[in-house]
């Protein structure tokens, strides 16, 4: 199967900056898109940013600006920089992968979430 770890998050004062990783490994034919995802308390899970095996990119509007979602040099892997933090950034990140591996064209994969806190 497909397993996504993150890495990266933390406590950081407003305006202050943290880089989240995200490794995806397993039974991987090709990855059509990676992005980031999360969920602050009481909310939905929302979009953060995605990027697509073309290396196109998608932002919320309440971070373009602020965040950026690339590859990293590993394969299969991104990281998303986020600076200006504010506290309402404060929430769990998760990394997102859609996966063909040999069974399945298209599948969407999960890691575990990272806690992000931004401290006024």
């Known amino acids: 199967q497909v397993q996504l770890v993150e890495s990266g998050g933390g406590l950081v004062q407003a305006g202050g900056s943290l880089r989240l990783s995200c490794a995806a490994s397993?039974?991987?034919?090709?990855?059509?898109?990676m992005g980031w995802y999360r969920q602050a308390p009481g909310k939905q899970r929302e979009l953060v940013a995605t990027?697509?095996?073309?290396?196109?990119?998608n932002y919320a509007d309440s971070v373009k600006g602020r965040f950026t979602i690339a590859k990293e040099g590993a394969e299969n892997t991104i990281y998303l920089q986020m600076n200006s933090l504010k506290p309402e950034d404060t929430a769990v990140y998760y990394c997102?992968?859609?996966?063909?591996?040999?069974?399945?064209?298209?599948?969407?994969?999960w890691g575990k979430g990272t806690l992000v806190t931004v401290s006024s």
């Open positions: 997102n992968a859609d996966v063909n591996t040999r069974l399945t064209y298209g599948g969407d994969y």
């Open positions: 990027i697509t095996s073309g290396s196109r990119t």
């Open positions: 397993g039974s991987i034919v090709s990855i059509n898109s």
